[in-house]
C-alpha cells in the first residue's frame, strides 16, 4: 500500500514562492508517475502538473506553466512541486497523486491516480 504525505503548505504574499513535498512510503516513486493536482472551496479537483514514470516528460496547466515545476528526488522516495510568483487563484488544498500502473495516455485526470496524500493548504495573499 502506497502512502503519500504532503508538507510545505502555508501562507505566502503574492508573487511570492513555496515549494511542496510529497513522501511516499510503501513504494518508490521512480516507478511511479506522479501528479500534483489542487482543490479550492466549492470547486472542483483539478490538474496541476505530472511527470511521467520515465523521467522524461512533464505536463503543466495552462494556468502554472512557466510558474510551477515538478521533480522528483528518488533517493528520498519524494516529489516536489516548486511553486513561484504565486497568485492568489493559485489558493486551494494541493494533493500529490501516484499511478503506480503506469498507463499511457493523459495524465491530467484524477482517475488515472490509484493512490492519493491528504492534502496541504496554500493560501496565497493579494
Known amino acids: 500500500q502506497v502512502q503519500l504525505v504532503e508538507s510545505g503548505g502555508g501562507l505566502v504574499q503574492a508573487g511570492g514562492s513555496l515549494r511542496l513535498s510529497c513522501a511516499a512510503s510503501?513504494?518508490?516513486?521512480?516507478?511511479?508517475?506522479m501528479g500534483w493536482f489542487r482543490q479550492a472551496p466549492g470547486r472542483e479537483r483539478e490538474f496541476v502538473a505530472a511527470?511521467?514514470?520515465?523521467?522524461?516528460?512533464?505536463y503543466y496547466a495552462d494556468s502554472v506553466k512557466g510558474r510551477f515545476t515538478i521533480a522528483r528526488d528518488n533517493a528520498k522516495n519524494t516529489v516536489y512541486l516548486q511553486m513561484n510568483s504565486l497568485k492568489p487563484e493559485d489558493t486551494a488544498v494541493y494533493y500529490c497523486?501516484?499511478?503506480?500502473?503506469?498507463?499511457?495516455?493523459?495524465?491530467?485526470?484524477?482517475?488515472?491516480?490509484?493512490?492519493w496524500g491528504q492534502g496541504t493548504q496554500v493560501t496565497v495573499s493579494s
Open positions: 497523486a501516484a499511478d503506480v500502473n503506469r498507463g499511457t495516455g493523459v495524465l491530467t485526470t484524477t482517475g488515472r491516480y490509484e493512490y
Open positions: 510503501g513504494g518508490t516513486v521512480s516507478t511511479y508517475t
Open positions: 511527470e511521467r514514470w520515465t523521467g522524461i516528460s512533464t
